[in-house]
């Protein structure tokens, strides 16, 4: 994976949600994890969550956490301005 270049400060507020189906046949656990790491490693903030059961798909649960993260982000971006 190619390093994630950095050419400020705003690099420093980059935000990642992650949602990832435990029974996710496609795109195994492990990978996701490994990924997330690397991503934290370059800088970025990342969500993570796990839904069990949930294979390579989305569900209501992941799209309502999803919402409610961006929401927040919202809340705080409003706050900076």
């Known amino acids: 994976m190619k ?3 950095s050419e400020g400060p705003e690099e420093a ?3 990642l ?3 990832h189906g435990l029974s996710d ?3 195994r656990n492990e990978w996701g994890l490994a990924t997330i790491k690397r991503m934290e490693a370059q800088g970025v903030q990342v ?3 796990t839904y ?3 294979g ?3 569900c209501k649960e992941q799209l309502q956490d ?4 961006m929401e927040k982000l919202a809340r705080e971006n409003l706050k900076m301005d």
């Open 13 to 15: 507020h980059c935000q």
């Open 47 to 49: 969500e993570w969550r």
């Open 3 to 5: 390093e994630l270049a």
């Open 66 to 69: 999803l919402n409610q993260w």
């Open 17 to 19: 949600f992650s949602g």
């Open 25 to 27: 046949c496609t795109v």
């Open 56 to 58: 390579h798909v989305i």
């Open 52 to 54: 069990p059961g949930l």
